[in-house]
């Protein structure tokens, strides 16, 4: 595929891998640099032509070349009006970051949280985090930024059945992410975690009548967090000890 014109390094956190990964990359085609970060390694398979991959979080901006860096995960649905909205906030340069907005599609029900994690900024200097309920954001520069005027969907699964098939892949993912930082949060830092990703859920906005489809993604949301947390103590547990540590 021909690469596209702006001049944004746009990757996508890969969970799952195959035709979801696929579809992600060609929702930022438009893109003049596209990378793929894989925290687990799992992901297996040829690459799409002229796409980079790395698995270290915090040198995402190593991945290319391009001035701005643009961060999306691989279930996330990316609206066409998104690349206008990318263009415009380029050609204002300068070292601003933009937030953009995540809503989230979960059991049948669309809820639209009131926070926005940044996702677009310059790309030196730019590294991943997990924020506060484990939300994928790019840090590395001052202040909260503006906030973009379309966003993303992220799809956790219509049925309980997808919605559980979904959380194995993802919590894999962000506990390699949670590996990688090597902070481990400790009971209260997990149990805050968990309750802001479920607040985040329960005060979201929806569209339409959420009624208990709302509550149903609220203990997902954390559950997840608890279940991320021990993924990453099981990735720590299984990481042999420096020597330096052993002397």
């Given at each position: 595929?021909?690469?596209?014109?702006?001049?944004?390094?746009?990757v996508v956190i890969a969970t799952r891998?195959?035709?979801?990964?696929?579809?992600?990359?060609?929702?930022?085609?438009?893109?003049?640099?596209?990378?793929?970060?894989?925290?687990?390694?799992?992901?297996?398979?040829?690459?799409?032509?002229?796409?980079?991959?790395?698995?270290?979080?915090?040198?995402?901006?190593?991945?290319?070349?391009?001035?701005?860096?643009?961060?999306?995960?691989?279930?996330?649905?990316?609206?066409?009006?998104?690349?206008?909205?990318?263009?415009?906030?380029?050609?204002?340069?300068?070292?601003?970051?933009?937030?953009?907005?995540?809503?989230?599609?979960?059991?049948?029900?669309?809820?639209?949280?009131?926070?926005?994690?940044?996702?677009?900024?310059?790309?030196?200097?730019?590294?991943?985090?997990?924020?506060?309920?484990?939300?994928?954001?790019?840090?590395?520069?001052?202040?909260?930024?503006?906030?973009?005027?379309?966003?993303?969907?992220?799809?956790?699964?219509?049925?309980?059945?997808?919605?559980?098939?979904?959380l194995g892949p993802e919590s894999r993912?962000?506990?390699?992410?949670?590996?990688?930082?090597?902070?481990?949060?400790?009971?209260?830092?997990?149990?805050?975690?968990?309750?802001?990703?479920?607040?985040?859920?329960?005060?979201?906005?929806?569209?339409?009548?959420?009624?208990?489809?709302?509550?149903?993604?609220?203990?997902?949301?954390?559950?997840?967090?608890?279940?991320?947390?021990?993924?990453?103590?099981?990735?720590?547990?299984?990481?042999?000890?420096?020597?330096?540590?052993?002397?």
């Amino acid at each position: 595929m021909t690469p596209g014109t702006l001049p944004v390094l746009a990757v996508v956190i890969a969970t799952r891998g195959g035709r979801s990964l696929a579809t992600a990359l060609d929702a930022v085609a438009w893109a003049s640099e596209r990378a793929i970060l894989d925290p687990t390694g799992d992901l297996g398979g040829e690459l799409p032509p002229g796409v980079a991959l790395g698995r270290d979080a915090a040198r995402i901006d190593a991945l290319g070349g391009a001035p701005w860096l643009l961060v999306l995960a691989e279930h996330e649905v990316v609206p066409p009006l998104l690349r206008d909205h990318v263009a415009r906030a380029v050609e204002q340069g300068g070292a601003m970051a933009w937030r953009i907005g995540v809503e989230v599609e979960m059991l049948g029900v669309r809820l639209v949280p009131r926070d926005a994690p940044v996702r677009l900024a310059p790309r030196a200097g730019s590294r991943l985090v997990l924020a506060r309920g484990l939300v994928p954001e790019v840090a590395g520069h001052q202040g909260r930024g503006q906030r973009l005027g379309v966003g993303v969907r992220a799809m956790h699964g219509a049925s309980v059945e997808e919605a559980v098939d979904a959380l194995g892949p993802e919590s894999r993912a962000l506990a390699a992410l949670l590996a990688q930082a090597g902070r481990p949060a400790g009971v209260s830092g997990i149990s805050l975690c968990s309750m802001t990703a479920a607040a985040r859920l329960l005060v979201a906005r929806a569209p339409a009548r959420a009624g208990l489809a709302r509550w149903g993604a609220v203990v997902f949301a954390g559950y997840r967090v608890v279940l991320t947390h021990t993924r990453a103590w099981e990735r720590r547990q299984a990481q042999p000890v420096p020597l330096r540590d052993v002397a």
